[in-house]
């Protein structure tokens, strides 16, 4: 799982994550170091609270249409989701244009 990633994406602290989704500190300390397995509604509640798919959560990679991500498109998409609202759809825009420029 991705947990670990996550947090340390958004920089919080486990202690603050725990409070934010309302669960006891060590209950998510056991889940992040993959000694517990959280169960399905806590994995849509982690995956909601950080805005990525279930698949992405637990670590699930497949190929779609796009294919496989290469390590700068992880790294794009890491940077990415650490966006807020209004910077995301600024660094589209120019993505969107860098495209159509170059033909």
Do not use: C, H, W
Request: net charge positive; no cysteine; hydrophobic share 35%.
């Amino acid at each position: 799982m991705r947990l670990k990633e996550l947090r340390e994406i958004k920089k919080i602290t486990q202690s603050k994550l725990a409070r934010e989704i309302n669960m006891p500190l060590i209950t998510y300390t056991k889940y992040e170091n993959n000694i517990r397995e959280p169960k399905l509604e806590i994995l849509i509640k982690l995956a909601n609270y950080y805005g990525v798919t279930l698949d992405y959560l637990v670590g699930r990679e497949f190929n779609n249409e796009f294919g496989y991500l290469g390590e700068d498109e992880k790294e794009l998409l890491k940077a990415y989701r650490t966006l807020n609202r209004d910077n995301k759809f600024k660094l589209l825009g120019e993505a969107q244009g860098m495209s159509k420029a170059q033909g």
